[in-house]
């Protein structure tokens, strides 16, 4: 940390330590310890790899997912007691022989399911002694790991769930439960797959861990320094340049990083300093370093632990959680631009001088235009071409397709070595001119390579993203063994074989960074499968939703401030990972359904995200914002200070989710392509708008009444269907034996809303609204019938007489015995979009406004 008196920033080696104490462990032993901390995060990557892979189906040795996931925990809290000191007095130098004997119990512990999987799967629900007492010291020594390589909190709240658990009957009102003997719990949580042993480990096993891995080996090779070389290069000349830079290297290096902490003082320790030069107080040029490090968890291909969840979770490919996704991460990085060039307005600032001469705007802009095209013809080459390739090719188009990959990457190598190497900036040293563009992005093109064979495999094979990742990372640590030796050949440095050594040296270095980053996350998803497996055993998901249901008093509004206010509160203490996983376990079913009971239907993915979106703020919000205090110690400011300001910034984070719940244009739901292109401009304006009312600044100062009014025109952009729907309802309500007609009058396919009297579950009184789709018919009763549905009319009274089985009525909620109350018939209604036209109208007012003020003073004149 900073020196708070001093205002200091902190050393290289300090930056480095508080990384380690945050990701990898603050222990730094030598010696045979060293050798063991180094072989076992060895070991492990190999052993991922090998899972990963389709090795294991050709020559052997295939694990199920209860072995590998009591393999992949056995390795996580063996290296967690070996990396991470238990108290702060602790010896950071040598490992005490408690903490040896501790790693080797609780890997023995985790692995129990792995070495006796045969007898354990033969005695199902019905534990003997030495079970019961493996899943206690497993428990007992994961929250010890728990509370090590993450603190405190995440090891009290499971502590909590657990003492939940035996209480049973003892609980007050309505937290009782009937209770489970000892053997059930130890049962439950630690031999079955749904307690420690569940969705998220095996999430954190399959998917997450090659994905850590591929980013730390991308880093090791050199791809984080070129992807902060070519943000500066680009972007480091203009007002407030280092910080837009920041934000744009920091969205890049958020591909290759899952950790919010490390992202900062990779990418900060070069961008502060430029920021507080070019004019940024040290909070603010911390808290921009922060919110584009934080955000890069949110921005796809790759996402955090989270998103590799939501697919287990939702039930969706991955492919679809990349799509729904992509475009409220992307507004909110062109938003955090859009504010640090507000600040540099503000203030005046200005860029930093580029080497050579500057690009005349015409030229460039004819540049970037060409360069467009160009990607986008080769990607068409590329897609029609493979897609030729491979009905071609039969069984053979793999070893072709690689072999093309191999002449791509020889090209591009030698392409590269015709510009000098980009060497590691010294953060310390004054910055006094930009590399040129062209040597600087030109210099390490094949590192986009792997990055497109991870898209690719994702996005257009659709593979699972396990295996996206394993063909991506091979693809990577084939890059790291022959790069260097290219490079010399093509530059005629000659001494290949050293070369190749110091290829071969930073892939095992990447393959033990990759793993002992890993460390947390697996510590981190195992707890949270206690705090799962609570909820399942005892129910109390339903007691927790009725619960908070009743304080937010039926409103989905309130219920969503709720939400959002519990993620922040548990982000004070829980990883992301964490915090998504209890949040979204505990209160995504309850506003699914209170959306629906208020007539509002909620995608599941939009909770999911909306849960994500607040969880990636736990290491933002203070006072506990790690990644504040790790962008405080760079720039030696005050990390509560940094820690609120970037809470500030990332406002534009926090009103996105919950405008795409009542928006699911955002996240491209039910849009065509041209309708996505259409919400993503009108979305973007909509953001830049609302980040010039909250930053008080758009063409001038603004002026309190401008604030509102630039709120109000960001929010009809948003949301026009709120004001449209208040000029021009878009259903009318009908008596319930009306239904008939209403449906005559409709078209097969179309939405009939329904409001319903019924039960829930346990036979609570219910009131919802259903949305029935209508099936082919001729007449509005052979449409109903069509979906399913089967009424009992008897005068005004209107009766569910059955809904059949998977079709649209039982789909809709609608089941025997409830009651039609309402019937809402559809009217015509002008197109949403009209409400556009005011909100414009007054935004030209406000622009012609200040820019009569910015005229009147010379300084915003001149900016």
């Known amino acids: 940390m900073s020196d708070q008196n001093t205002g200091k920033p902190a050393s290289e080696a300090e930056l480095q330590d508080m990384v380690a104490a945050a990701d990898t462990g603050a222990r730094n032993p030598s010696g045979y310890a060293a050798r063991t901390i180094l072989g076992a995060a060895l070991v492990w990557s190999l052993f991922q790899l090998w899972i990963a892979s389709p090795l294991p189906f050709i020559f052997g040795g295939v694990f199920n997912t209860t072995e590998s996931r009591a393999i992949h925990l056995a390795l996580s809290v063996f290296l967690a007691f070996l990396a991470y000191p238990a108290l702060k007095r602790s010896p950071r130098d040598h490992i005490p022989i408690q903490d040896w004997i501790l790693a080797i119990v609780a890997a023995f512990a985790a692995a129990y399911n792995f070495l006796f999987y045969t007898e354990i799967s033969s005695r199902p629900n019905n534990p003997n002694t030495m079970d019961i007492i493996i899943a206690c010291i497993g428990i007992v020594t994961l929250l010890e790991a728990t509370r090590r390589a993450l603190g405190p909190p995440l090891m009290i709240v499971a502590i909590v769930f657990l003492i939940y658990t035996f209480g049973g009957p003892n609980m007050p009102g309505i937290l009782a439960w009937k209770g489970a003997s000892f053997g059930a719990v130890a049962y439950h949580q630690w031999l079955s797959s749904e307690g420690v042993f569940g969705i998220a480990l095996g999430v954190s096993t399959s998917f997450v861990f090659l994905f850590v891995l591929f980013g730390a080996l991308l880093d090791k090779a050199g791809a984080g320094n070129y992807f902060i070389k070519v943000a500066f290069s680009l972007l480091g000349h203009y007002r407030g340049g280092p910080a837009k830079a920041a934000v744009v290297a920091s969205a890049m290096t958020g591909l290759i ?206 593979l699972s993203p396990g295996l996206s990742a394993f063909w991506a990372t091979a693809f990577m640590i084939f890059i790291m063994i022959t790069q260097r030796p290219l490079f010399a050949m093509f530059r005629s440095l000659g001494n290949a074989g050293v070369y190749l050594k110091q290829g071969w040296d930073e892939l095992i270095d990447g393959l033990i960074a990759g793993a002992r980053n890993m460390i947390g996350i697996g510590i981190a998803t195992a707890t949270a499968g206690i705090i799962v497996g609570a909820v399942s055993q005892t129910g109390v998901g339903l007691v927790l939703a009725e619960l908070v249901e009743i304080l937010s008093l039926g409103n989905i509004m309130l219920m969503l401030l709720l939400t959002a206010i519990l993620s922040l509160i548990l982000g004070m203490g829980l990883p992301t990972t964490a915090n998504y996983i209890v949040v979204s376990s505990l209160l995504a079913p309850v506003i699914v359904q209170l959306g629906q009971d208020s007539g509002l239907i909620v995608p599941l993915i939009a ?112 949301r026009p269907g709120f004001w449209m729907d208040m000029i021009s309802p878009p259903s009318i309500e009908t008596a319930p034996n009306q239904i008939v007609q209403v449906a005559d009058a409709m078209e097969p396919g179309q939405q009939l809303r329904l409001r319903i009297d019924g039960e829930d579950a346990v036979g609570e009184p219910r009131s919802f609204v259903a949305l029935l789709e209508l099936g082919e018919g001729e007449t509005g009763e052979d449409r109903l019938f069509n979906a399913g549905l089967e009424l009992l009319i008897d005068g005004e009274d209107v009766e569910v007489d059955n809904a059949g089985f998977d079709s649209p009525a039982q789909a809709a909620g609608l089941d025997f015995g409830q009651k039609i109350v309402i019937v809402f018939a559809p009217v015509e209604q002008p197109a949403k979009q009209l409400m556009y036209i005011p909100a414009l109208i007054v935004l030209g007012l406000i622009i012609m406004m200040q820019r009569g003020r910015r005229k009147k003073e010379p300084s915003l004149a001149a900016a």
């Open 257 to 462: 990083s899952g950790s919010s902490i490390a992202n900062v003082v990779t990418t900060g320790t070069f961008t502060i300093p430029m920021m507080k030069r070019v004019g940024f107080s040290p909070e603010k040029a911390g808290a921009v370093e922060v919110a584009s490090s934080v955000n890069g968890q949110i921005m796809p291909p790759v996402m955090g632990a989270a998103a590799f969840l939501m697919v287990e979770y939702v039930g969706i490919s991955y492919f679809e959680v990349v799509k729904h996704a992509f475009i409220p991460a992307l507004i909110s990085y062109i938003a955090l631009v859009y504010i640090v060039h507000l600040e540099a307005m503000k203030a005046d600032m200005q860029g930093l001088p580029r080497r050579g001469e500057p690009t005349p705007l015409l030229k460039f802009l004819t540049m970037t235009a060409f360069g467009i095209a160009l990607v986008c013809g080769l990607s068409f080459a590329v897609y029609y071409g493979l897609g030729w390739i491979k009905p071609a090719a039969g069984d053979a188009a793999g070893f072709v397709i690689a072999a093309l990959l191999a002449v791509v990457y020889l090209g591009l190598i030698r392409f590269c070595a015709r510009y000098p190497e980009l060497e590691l900036d010294d953060p310390n040293s004054p910055v006094v001119e930009l590399p040129e563009v062209g040597p600087t992005v030109k210099s390490g093109l094949h590192y986009i390579l792997p990055v497109i064979v991870l898209i690719w495999c994702l996005m257009v094979e659709r």
């Open 607 to 718: 909770v999911h995200l909306f849960v994500f979106y607040f969880g990636i703020m736990a290491d933002v919000t203070p006072p506990v914002g790690l990644a504040s205090f790790a962008a405080a110690a760079v720039s030696g400011g005050d990390p509560i200070k940094t820690g609120f300001v970037a809470f500030f910034y990332s406002l534009r984070t926090a009103a996105l989710p919950f405008l795409f719940i009542f928006n699911t244009d955002l996240l491209l739901i039910d849009v065509s392509l041209v309708e996505g292109i259409i919400v993503f401009i009108v979305a973007t304006a909509a953001m830049l708008i609302f980040a010039a009312a909250t930053q008080g600044y758009f063409l001038a100062r603004n002026r309190s009444y401008e604030t509102v009014l630039l709120l109000l025109i960001a929010f009809t952009l948003f």
